[in-house]
């Protein structure tokens, strides 16, 4: 037995033109992906240690971090141009260090830190000591970005078997411009661009995946049942159907992810919030340009791969 849901977000007899505003969806689409592009060059990316390589120490202060007598006894030190800044609470303090030549060169300068943090703040504590060198930096930027590529490519791959050419197109574009909306995020708000990132972006690769497939579902369905509907209005048609399914998904996800964004502390709210930024993006460019990509490349090409594969899948 079928039940009906309590709580519509929209009703079900919603008929909403969003095709009308393809044009503008993607016009501004593709000016935030450029301003997007833009900003990934000048003024560039955030990279956390992952990426860029140094030394990251953690301090904890008995009271409130005195900044100023804490470089003054790293300049004492010989430490020159360290970043010291307030990490979270009025007693965390974040100190990076530009990367060492070797091992020993590495913890000879984490020594000195801790000697300048210690007499310049007594009783504060490291709390935690990152490093990282510049050879494994370059690295594990290298992979972080394989593996970007290769989810984009295996998602094409994935989308081409299970629709048309045409769909994995256009899901690939749609995704590669998520993508450059992201990176233009991170620029903007100048969080590290590190793994942690690089596994958020995977993670609204796959979000925004699954929701254009089901939408892409949908349009599949129609073109068989509606044969002699113009593709304008069954794009319309199948987008209002799972509009309740797109946005009550993206509600759960983006609740979910809100209080981490507000009370995770700065481990996890960068993170949270990339995803809630791409939690909007996803969503709206699979009714805003997802669709019209379809759309544009024409209604005769979908509905000959429908009709030849329709036959093939009764028959078997």
């Given at each position: 037995?079928?039940?009906?849901p309590?709580f519509?977000?929209?009703?079900?007899?919603?008929?909403?033109?969003?095709?009308?505003?393809?044009?503008?969806?993607?016009?501004?689409?593709?000016?935030?992906?450029?301003?997007?592009?833009?900003?990934?060059?000048?003024?560039?990316?955030?990279?956390g240690?992952?990426?860029?390589g140094?030394?990251?120490?953690?301090v904890?202060?008995?009271?409130p971090?005195?900044?100023?007598?804490?470089?003054?006894?790293?300049?004492?030190?010989?430490i020159r141009?360290?970043?010291?800044?307030r990490?979270?609470?009025?007693?965390?303090?974040?100190?990076?260090?530009?990367?060492?030549?070797?091992?020993?060169?590495?913890?000879?300068?984490?020594?000195?830190?801790r000697?300048?943090?210690?007499?310049?703040?007594?009783g504060?504590r490291?709390?935690?000591?990152?490093?990282?060198g510049?050879?494994v930096?370059?690295?594990?930027?290298?992979?972080?970005m394989?593996?970007?590529?290769?989810?984009?490519?295996?998602?094409?791959?994935?989308?081409?078997?299970?629709?048309?050419?045409?769909?994995?197109?256009?899901?690939?574009?749609?995704?590669?411009?998520?993508v450059?909306k992201?990176?233009?995020?991170?620029?903007?708000?100048?969080?590290?661009?590190?793994?942690v990132?690089?596994?958020?972006?995977?993670?609204?690769?796959?979000?925004?995946?699954?929701?254009?497939?089901?939408?892409?579902?949908?349009?599949?369905?129609?073109?068989r049942?509606?044969?002699?509907?113009?593709?304008?209005?069954?794009?319309?048609?199948?987008?209002n159907?799972t509009?309740n399914?797109?946005?009550?998904?993206?509600?759960?996800?983006?609740?979910?992810?809100?209080?981490?964004?507000?009370?995770?502390?700065?481990?996890?709210?960068?993170?949270?919030?990339?995803?809630?930024f791409?939690?909007?993006?996803?969503t709206?460019s699979?009714?805003?340009?997802?669709a019209?990509?379809l759309l544009?490349?024409?209604?005769?090409?979908?509905?000959?791969?429908?009709?030849?594969q329709?036959?093939?899948?009764?028959?078997?």
């Open positions: 037995m079928f039940i009906r309590i519509r977000i929209v009703p079900d007899d919603t008929r909403i033109p969003f095709m009308r505003g393809r044009f503008m969806g993607l016009i501004v689409s593709a000016v935030l992906s450029i301003a997007s592009v833009i900003l990934f060059f000048h003024p560039g990316l955030h990279e240690i992952d990426f860029s140094g030394i990251v120490m953690e904890r202060t008995p009271g971090a005195d900044f100023g007598k804490i470089r003054a006894a790293l300049a004492e030190q010989g141009e360290p970043g010291v800044q990490f979270g609470e009025a007693t965390n303090v974040l100190i990076r260090l530009e990367a060492q030549p070797s091992e020993a060169a590495t913890q000879d300068m984490v020594n000195r830190v000697t300048a943090v210690e007499s310049s703040q007594p504060a490291v709390l935690r000591t990152d490093a990282v510049a050879s930096s370059a690295e594990l930027f290298r992979d972080g394989l593996a970007l590529g290769l989810s984009l490519l295996m998602i094409m791959v994935y989308i081409w078997f299970r629709f048309e050419w045409q769909f994995a197109v256009g899901a690939v574009v749609t995704l590669l411009l998520d450059t992201a990176i233009g995020f991170l620029a903007v708000t100048r969080f590290e661009f590190d793994l990132m690089v596994g958020a972006i995977l993670t609204i690769i796959g979000y925004s995946t699954n929701d254009k497939v089901v939408v892409y579902d949908r349009v599949r369905e129609n073109l049942k509606y044969k002699s509907m113009s593709l304008r209005d069954l794009i319309d048609l199948s987008i159907e509009l399914r797109t946005l009550g998904t993206s509600m759960t996800v983006f609740l979910a992810t809100l209080p981490l964004a507000l009370f995770g502390g700065s481990t996890l709210s960068g993170f949270a919030w990339v995803m809630l791409g939690i909007v993006i996803g709206s699979s009714i805003f340009i997802a019209p990509i544009f490349l024409g209604e005769h090409r979908l509905r000959r791969d429908a009709a030849v329709s036959p093939a899948k009764a028959a078997s």
